[in-house]
Structures are given as structure tokens and as C-alpha cells.
């Protein structure tokens, strides 16, 4: 198979990050974190709305409406990774990459147990709701999930 | 360039005011976390876009700096947009640093990641630093693009240390004092077995 290289060319960026003037990234980040903090009680609510939504939606009927279900429910997790992320929520992140490392899994016509998709939903509530000093609580949470994910992802193959 | 995970000092500098920044991102809440977070590190122009089609249109009209593209979005989604930046004869827009963000990358996508040209990946949870670390890293990333049947992007073999290349004066500066301070060290050892 034939390859062109193209000339390496040095980006307009790169010109730019080491120019005079600018700010520190100790400064940078320093405000990074305030502007994002100002987001929080937003991602609250969004996280809250994408369990809510991983709640309720529901169960397929047939293999018919399987596979847009499962889309229903990986979009939700996904979203609820992107609001908890910044925030350093990350038990949450973890609950809800493991349904999306399942649903993301399978085939679309393979046969999906349902019942996955409403514990990690009643999980997440739960690790939304424990106070941050429950660690152990969190944690048995969490291996709990991993352990039904993992089987089932044998089960895939 | 600095090798990947390596951490920015807090006292180096970067400067974004003149960069133009595009995001895309079909969430407006993902949209609006990034733009406060460019924002914080001095990044002045910034196009936000919730779908790849309103992207198309203004990368055909203007140069954008850095692109950061979600990999998940309905209708055309991250990857596609990528691939078709990429092959797109646009001048210089077709070779941007490109940055995709992704909560989660299905099984059946991964070569898909790794085969649209996009110059890294970031998958979600990520912090404000590992987002700068990365813009910093793409911006500096010196390897030459390839065409390689499909493919038309950053050569995907990775370099795990930092390219030679001209040292940053700071960098020189904090080099000497390592190495006066070893010297001094060693001086003071020696004078103390002398003793």
C-alpha cells in the first residue's frame, strides 16, 4: 500500500502557546475551576434528570423496540458521564460506564436482560443520595455492578 | 513536544488569547463545560456547535486553530466529521490540531478512533488540566500526516519520549540550576571526604 507523507508544518497553535504574554497554567486551571464551579448545581440537575430518565424508560415489549432502548439508555449514561466528569464525581462516572461498556458491547440483535439497565439506575440513585463519608457503602455499590458487567460480558463473548 | 501524560509546571505559560477555537457537541450543557473551561485558559474566539453539519459550514469559511469534537452525535457523528475535515482539501483548516472528547467508545468503534485522523482522544472523566495538558500536546504534536489508503491524518505510531528539538529558555534555565545544584552537592561531598 502506497503512503504520502505530508511535510510536517508547525500549527497556527503551536506559534501561539509559546508566544510572549498569556497566563500561567497554574492561573489557568485556577480559573478553570471556578468557571466549571459555577456549573455544579446545573450538573446536579442534569445528573438527576438522566437517572430519572435511566429510570423510566421502558422496558422493550420485543426484539422491535430492543435496540432503540438500549440506544435510550446508553444516551443517558453518557450524558450523565459528561455533567458528573468535571465534577470529579466519579462513582458515578464508573456506575455508568459500566452500562455503557455493556450496552456498547452487543450486537444490536443480541438479547439484552433488561433487568441491568434498571439496577444500575436504582445504583446510581443510591450512590447520588449516600453522603460522601459512606465510602464502603460506595464501594460494595460498585464492585457489585462490575461484577454483574463482567459476567454478562463473558456472556457476550 | 512534550510526551503524552506529561504534566504542564504551573509556572509555564501558555498562550490562547489569538487562538480560534471550535467545539462541537450535540449537548449544550458538555458545550457550555468546555467553553467555560477554554475560557479560563484565555481562549478569546470560540465557535460552539451542537451538530457536525452547522460545524461544515463555518470550517469551509473560516481557520479555526483547535477543533474539539464529541465522537457521539446524531445524524453525522465525531469520527465522520473528522474524516471529512480531514479529506477535505480545506486550507489549512484540513490539517488542525483535532481533539475528540468521548464519555464512553463502543467495542465496535474503536478503529474507528483510531482510523479518522483526529490528533488524540480524551475519554470522559477528564479535569481541566488533562484538558490543557492535551491542547498544549496537540498544539506542539510535530508529526507529519499521512495518506495511507483510507486514512489521512497524524501518523498513528506514537512517540513515548519527548521529540529533540530546541529547548524552551525556561526549561534551559531550570536545566543549569539542576545541574549547578548537583555540582555544589557534589563539591560539598567531596570537600567533606577532603575534611
Known sequence: MSVITHPVRKSNLATMIGSAGGISVGTALARARANLETMREQALTVIDASITALETVPAPTGPEDMSARREQAYREATSLIDAAGPFELFDLCRAAAGLCDLIGALDPEQPFDWRIVTVHARSLRLLQTLPPEAAPERAHILESLNEVVQRKLAQTG | ?195
Open chain 2, 1 to 195: 513536544m512534550s510526551a503524552i501524560g506529561e504534566t504542564l509546571r504551573e509556572s509555564a505559560s501558555v498562550n490562547l488569547s489569538g487562538a480560534v477555537t471550535m467545539v462541537v457537541d450535540d449537548s449544550a450543557f458538555a458545550l457550555e463545560l468546555t467553553g467555560q473551561a477554554l475560557m479560563a485558559f484565555g481562549v478569546r474566539a470560540r465557535h460552539a456547535c451542537q451538530s457536525a453539519a452547522e460545524a461544515k459550514e463555518i470550517l469551509k469559511e473560516q481557520t479555526i486553530d483547535l477543533l474539539l469534537v464529541d465522537c457521539e452525535m446524531p445524524d453525522m457523528d465525531g469520527f465522520e466529521l473528522v474524516r471529512w475535515l480531514r479529506r477535505s482539501g480545506l486550507e489549512p483548516n484540513a490539517f488542525v490540531p483535532v481533539i475528540m472528547t468521548a464519555a464512553h467508545i463502543r467495542r465496535q468503534r474503536v478503529s474507528e478512533a483510531r482510523d479518522c485522523g483526529a490528533s488524540f482522544i480524551i475519554t470522559k472523566p477528564f479535569s481541566a488540566t488533562t484538558l490543557l495538558e492535551r491542547i498544549v500536546w496537540v498544539g506542539r504534536d510535530n508529526r507529519p500526516f499521512l495518506e495511507v489508503g483510507d486514512y489521512f491524518g497524524p501518523d498513528r505510531r506514537f512517540r513515548k519520549a519527548p521529540v529533540p528539538g530546541e529547548e524552551r529558555r525556561a526549561d534551559l534555565i531550570r536545566k543549569r540550576e539542576q545541574e549547578a545544584a548537583a555540582a555544589a552537592e557534589a563539591a560539598g561531598l567531596a570537600e567533606g571526604e577532603a575534611a
